[in-house]
Structures are given as C-alpha cells and as structure tokens.
C-alpha cells in the first residue's frame, strides 16, 4: 500500500491513540471471570479469630500499604460484665503485630477483625464528586487512583473507617478485596493467610458457595447496620458491644 | 509526628482529613450569600436605608467570592484534576455540583448584577479616563456604550430580575455547602436536615456584619460621616437574622440533648472538653450571645450616635469571631471524635505548609486586596449618598 501524505495525515492520529494503550500495556488475563456471574463478600468468624495479624501483614505486603494505615485492621475488645456499651477497645498498630496479654479481670476478651465492607449502597461511592470510587459489577467497592481528586469526601462518608488518604499517590485509598486475585481465581491476601479460617472469602451469586448453608444455620450480622449501607461483610458471633 | 488520642479511634481516623483551610471555605461563602442578601435588601425589598453599603456589599460578595474554591483547590490531593468536575460529575455527589452552583452565582448573578450597575459609571469612565485605565474600562464596557434613558431603563429594569434570581441563589449556594455536611449520615456532628437552614441564617449574620463594618472603616478611612441611618438600619436586619440562627442552632443543641442518641454521650464529652473553649466559650458566649445582647441594648435604650457606633463595631467584631469559631467547630469539631463513639483525636494544625496556618492567613487577606483593586476601579460611594441628612436619623457626634 503507498503512503501518501493525505493517508498519513489520517494514520497519524489513529497511531497516537494506539500507542496510549500500547504504553499503558495489557490488562492481566482473566479469560474466564465474567463480572455478572460474581457478587463478592466476606464472613467473619469472630470467635474463630485469634488476633495474630496475619492478615494485616499480608494486606499490607499484598497491596503496598503504607505505614500507619490501614486496609484492614483487628480490634481487641475487652467488655466487663454487663458495660456493654462501654467495651474497652484497642488496635495497637491496627493489630499488625498482634496484641500484648489482657490483664484477666473476669470480663471478656475477643478480637474482630475489620475491613472495607464493600456496602451495595456505600456512602462513599455516593459522594464522590467525580466517580473515581465506584462499585463493580461484581459487587467490589473500588477507587481509580488516576481520577481521584484526594478530596478525601469519601473518607469522611465511610461510618466504618476503612478509607485513608496514601500519602503516596495523595489519592483515597481501600480494601479492594484483592480484586487482582480474586478475578484469577484466587482468594485474598488475608484469607490466604489466616490460620484458622476466621476470614472467608464468598461469593453470593455462587449457589454452591458454603457462605449460604452458614448464613441460614447461624445468627449473623453487619456492622452498623442502621446506616443502611447494604455492608457485605458478615459477621459470626458478634457482641453487641461492637462498633 | 504522633497525633495524642485519647480512647479508641479506628486506626484510619487518627489523622483529620479536613483542615482549617475547609474551615475557610464554608466561612467565606457564607460571606458572600450574605453580603449578597444584604444588597438584595435596598434593590428587591426596597430598604432605601441601606443603599450607601448597596454596591460595597456587591463588590465584597465578589472579591470573597473569587477567593471561595481557593482554600478547596489548595486542600486536593490532586488539584490538576479538579476541572473534573465540570468535565465528568458524578451526579449524585453534592460536592460535584459545587462546580455548577459556583459558577451560576459568579457568572450569571454577581458579576452580570455589577456590570449592570455600573455600566453606566463604567462607560462615562471609558470616556473620561487615560491611559490605561481607560483601556480597562473600554474592555469593561464590553462594547456596549449606549447610556441612553431607554438603555439603562432597560439595565435597571434587568438588575432588578436578576437580584430576584440572585436570593435564591445565594441561597443555594450557601445551603449547599451546608447540604456538604448535613448529608454525611456517617457522622452524627454533621447529619442534620437543619444544617443547610442554619447554613443560610449564619451566611446572612457574617455577610450583614462583614459589610457593616467595612462600610464604617471606609467611610471612615475616606473622612467622611458615617450615615448612622443606614448603619441603624444594618444592625437592627442583623439583629433579627442573629436571633433566627441562634434560635435554630439552640434548637438543634436542645434536639440533641434531649434525644440523647448512641453519639450523645461522645459528643457531649467532646464539647465540655475539647471543644469547650471553641464552642461553649467563643461561639455560643463571646460570638452569639455578647453581639445579640448589644444589639438588642441599642434597641431598647437610647444611646448617642458615637456610642452606637462603638457598639455597632463591637458586635460586628464578635460576630465575626462567632461566625468562624462556629464553622471551625462544625469542620474540625466533627472529625475529632470517633465514628466508634469511643475515643478522641487531636488537631495540629501545621505553620507554613500548603494547608498551614500561614496559608489560611494569606487566604483571609487576599479578599481584601481584592476588594481594595475592585473599590479602586469601580468607586462604590456615589458621595451623595455617603452624606448625612438623607433620612430620620441625625447624624451628630463624631465619625
């Protein structure tokens, strides 16, 4: 084929566009995910949870997570009697190394493990004022850190806690369920790691999933759910001295 | 640098994401719905009173407008994508519409409101002035130099609408940023239906006593007497608009207090501690109840010219102070706390970083430069109007 000018003119600018996906390279290959065939959450079993913080240092090196923050984190409770509403909390370096004895005073002690409950109506997505935090059709509350503004609305919106600003990239930053694994067919960072299956990754729209035979044999529930946030991370055996 | 905290907070709130410069925000465009309303008063309702503050209070509406999306522009983590927000909002955010709300109120009420007001002045100017100053003016007059009766019967006619658009908008644009906060139901500080109302009503207080007490520094920095008529008129408009926020606000403590929610027992701790000073001691007392207490006195009792004037300054000068502690303890009061209702954080506010106390300082002062460049090109007082004798009150005493 001859090149003439005219024809360049007009190939120049379809090169342009081709080279900015040539540059910003393949996405990962999940030949198999369909997006509509998945609905994502988590269970929590709390009184399977031994507060070692495997799963904070697996987020944490899975994801690049900078220090000081938090994509997930483990709080140790510490009620006494019937103070209910005024339990004893601590997440000493959000639980990444575990936690020093409790003194034993007769109260209770357990650990709850927390993270982005990727809400199905999350506040933070709601606020955004330029989309950058959306939900997947697979049911994963995400960020696009290249359209973030870093207004930071988002973190002020979350009622749970979950959001920070990366001092890196000064865009909002998440819990993004190990999106980059869970589409390949893998589980989380954190699940992978726990030592007694405290964390289980769920699909909701996978009829065999084992989370359906759990949700329908215990008493499980979400946090706050007064805020009506359509949370997906369920939790087993939760007091309700829980925040 | 380690942040003290006290109780738990979760791991991620340690940090306030929100800084004083956010504090700016809310307070000066509450400046401008104010000063605006003011101007509204002597065009639409007709307060023939207050017309010398009628263009010093466009002018200021402008100058505190153009300095709004600053402190928000300085405070993203990436400020080279906020035209995004014109580009691609994301339409159910309240902070997307930020963008629109803004430049509706710049573009199609302040600055067509004063071109129209001072077309006439700004022709006459373009004819008379040299050099560079008349170039500036020609480029002002926007081609149009057609002053005839008919003509500015016509700009009269369209000012007018324009302020019956403006109302509303600033309104709007006032009760939209406190719709910023009221909506976010995650913190129980914030979610309040009456949040955008009392928004309004304390735009309306500061914007009122900004220009009061701009009009009386200028007149008095330019030798001439103060129209105690007008100022009269100001200070009773905002003594009623203060006793209408007070009220609200009082009535959202009293709602509060008396629902006594899950976040009562944590907010009540944060007010009688760290917020005691900020809140109990400077808005409700020194900001609220001292300015209304003033201005109420001039009232009921009869006092000379030059002591109304000194009280007038006073309560001016509180006012402000409230107006800013009220938006400081709104913004920074409601990231202190834990969503966990359990424990409480501190603010360090930095010196000379980009969201530093040297920052907001710089920020407060440009308005004014502004002001004071805006005042110099399209002079406010027509000097008629600045004189005494032109209504009840005599005007003795000294200014």
């Given amino acids: 084929m001859e090149i003439t000018r005219r024809r360049l003119l007009v190939l120049l600018p379809a090169a342009a566009v081709a080279w900015k996906y040539v540059l910003a390279g393949t996405p990962e290959a999940s030949p198999n995910y369909q997006l509509t065939e998945h609905w994502w959450s988590m269970l929590i079993d709390i009184p ?39 339990p004893e909390v601590e997440s000493p370096d959000g639980g990444k190394n575990g936690f020093p004895p409790h003194a034993d005073d007769g109260g209770k002690n357990f650990f709850v493990p927390k993270l982005c409950n990727h809400c199905a109506d999350s506040p933070c997505t709601q606020v955004c004022p330029v989309g950058a935090t959306f939900i997947t059709p697979d049911g994963v509350v995400l960020v696009d850190k290249t359209y973030c503004l870093g207004c930071r609305y988002c973190i002020q919106a979350c009622p749970y806690g979950c959001r920070f600003l990366n001092p890196r990239t000064n865009t909002a930053e998440k819990c993004s369920l190990c999106y980059h694994r869970i589409t390949k067919g893998l589980t989380t960072a954190c699940c992978e790691v726990c030592p007694t299956g405290a964390r289980q990754l769920a699909d909701l ?39 | 640098m380690q942040i003290p905290v006290e109780g738990f907070m979760y791991p991620n709130e340690v940090e306030l994401q929100w800084s004083v410069l956010i504090v700016l925000y809310p307070f000066i465009t509450g400046l401008v719905a104010g000063a605006f309303i003011l101007a509204s008063l002597e065009r639409v309702f007709r307060v023939e009173a207050v017309k010398p503050t009628y263009r010093l209070a466009l002018l200021t509406a402008l100058a505190f407008m153009l300095v709004a999306p600053l402190p928000l522009q300085l405070h993203l983590g990436h400020p080279e994508r906020s035209l995004e927000m014109y580009l691609t909002p994301h339409r159910s955010s309240a902070m997307a519409m930020f963008g629109f709300v803004y430049l509706w109120y710049l573009m199609a009420v302040l600055l067509l409101e004063i071109w129209l007001d001072y077309r006439h002045d700004i022709v006459v100017l373009s004819q008379t002035e040299r050099g560079w100053k008349r170039l500036v003016y020609r480029v002002l ?51 309040s239906p009456l949040m955008p109302i009392v928004f309004i009503f304390s735009a309306m207080v500061s914007g009122i006593s900004a220009v009061m007490l701009l009009y009386m520094f200028s007149t008095r920095l330019r030798r001439r007497e103060i129209d105690m008529r007008c100022v009269d008129t100001i200070a009773r408009y905002l003594l009623y608009t203060f006793i209408i926020d007070f009220s609200l606000e009082m009535l959202d403590l009293i709602h509060r207090i008396y629902e006594a929610d899950e976040s009562f027992r944590s907010l009540d701790f944060m007010v009688h501690t760290r917020l005691w000073m900020s809140q109990v001691i400077v808005q409700i007392l020194l900001g609220t109840v001292a300015p209304i207490a003033l201005l109420g006195l001039t009232q009921f009792l009869r006092f000379s010219d030059l002591a109304r004037k000194g009280i007038y300054v006073l309560a001016g000068c509180l006012t402000m102070i409230g107006i800013f502690a009220m938006r400081w303890n709104v913004v920074i009061g409601g990231q202190l706390f834990s969503k966990s209702f359990l424990g409480y954080t501190t603010y360090k506010m930095s010196f000379a970083t980009r969201e530093g106390l040297l920052t907001a300082i710089a920020l407060m002062i440009l308005p004014f430069v502004i002001l004071w460049v805006l005042v110099k090109l399209l002079p406010p007082w027509p000097e008629s109007a600045s004189l005494p004798g032109s209504g009840a009150a005599p005007a003795h005493g000294a200014s």
């Avoid at chain 1, 729209?205 to 369920?234: S, Y």
């Avoid at chain 2, 007018?160 to 509303?168: D, N, R």
């Fill in chain 1, 205 to 243: 729209k996978n009829p065999k999933d084992p989370i359906h035979e759990f949700l329908r044999t215990h008493a499980v529930q979400v946090l706050k759910p007064h805020m009506a946030t359509g949370a997906k991370v369920f939790y087993n055996g939760m007091d309700g001295s829980v925040r």
């Fill in chain 1, 48 to 86: 399977k949870c031994i507060g070692c913080g495997s799963c904070v240092r697996a987020c944490a090196e899975e994801n690049d997570v900078p220090q000081g923050y938090y994509r997930t984190w483990i709080e140790r409770y510490h009620v006494s009697d019937w103070r209910i509403e005024r």
């Fill in chain 2, 141 to 191: 007059t926007l081609g149009s130099s057609n002053v005839s009766e008919r003509a500015l019967r016509i700009d009269e006619r369209l000012g007018y609408f324009i302020t019956l658009i403006g109302i509303p908008s600033a309104f709007l644009l006032h009760g939209y940023v406190g719709f910023i906060f009221g909506s976010v139901k995650a913190n129980p500080w914030w979610s």
